[in-house]
Structures are given as C-alpha cells and as structure tokens.
C-alpha cells in the first residue's frame, strides 16, 4: 500500500449476475410498480434517460444483490432495495452510494476511526448485467 494512505481491510465482497432479458419481461407488465420497489427517484430519473432501459435495470438491480451479499455479516433485517443507489458518474463509471439500513450496515462492520470504501464494477455482455462490489475501510494514515 502507498505510504501514508494507512491500513486497508476487505470488510466484504459481492457478486451477482442478472439476467437482462427476464428484467424485459418484468418491465412489460410490471415496470411502474417493480421500478418504484428496486430504484431510487434518482435512478428512475437517470433510468428514463436510457435508450436500454432493461439493460441499466439489470445492471443496478444485480450491483444491489452485489451490495447485500458484500454487507453479508451485517444485520440485513433494516435494509431495502432503495437503501443503495448506483447512479452514473464521470466517464459513465457507476457511483454507488448507502442510505438508511444499508448504511448503518455498513458502519456496523467498520472499527472506531475508519473510512469506509465502496468499489463497485458493472458490465454487461451476452444478455447478462454482472456486478461486483467490494466493501473495504482504512485505518489511521
């Protein structure tokens, strides 16, 4: 690790798949009601914006699965869908960002004084939406 950025710990770490075309098929009967449960007001907004809409969906719904399966050793019990956001950032990189339940989670598994540190990687290929996500803090400098 460079000097002085402290000590790095991997809290946790989440993966998931999504299949592009089942989001489609929920999009067509369902899209109002299943978009309101999964996304943020800002993630709808950016959502509209999108030529592919099945495509971003799947994409952040498989980065949210990322994120609790990251958070694993928290208490899941307070956490919802629209408790993590992933809205696009400069250069079209997600930005993912916690609230409420998926935020105190997060801060339950980081020790006294740390930062913590969300890395998330999206991709899409074959009909797949593929996320990963590390949860990861640093300590003293």
Known sequence: ????????????????????????????????????????EAERAEASTRAHLATYVAGRFAAKEAVYKALNAADQTKMSWRNVEILTGHKGMPVLSLNGGCH?????????????HLHLSLSHDGGLASAFVIVSSITGK
């Open 104 to 116: 105190d989670g997060l801060m339950s598994l980081v020790a006294d004084g740390a930062t913590p």
């Open 1 to 40: 690790m460079p000097a002085g950025l402290g000590q790095g710990v991997i809290l946790g770490i989440g993966h998931d798949i999504c299949s592009i075309t089942r989001i489609q098929n929920i999009l067509e009967t369902h899209a109002d009601r299943f978009l309101s449960r999964i996304c943020t």
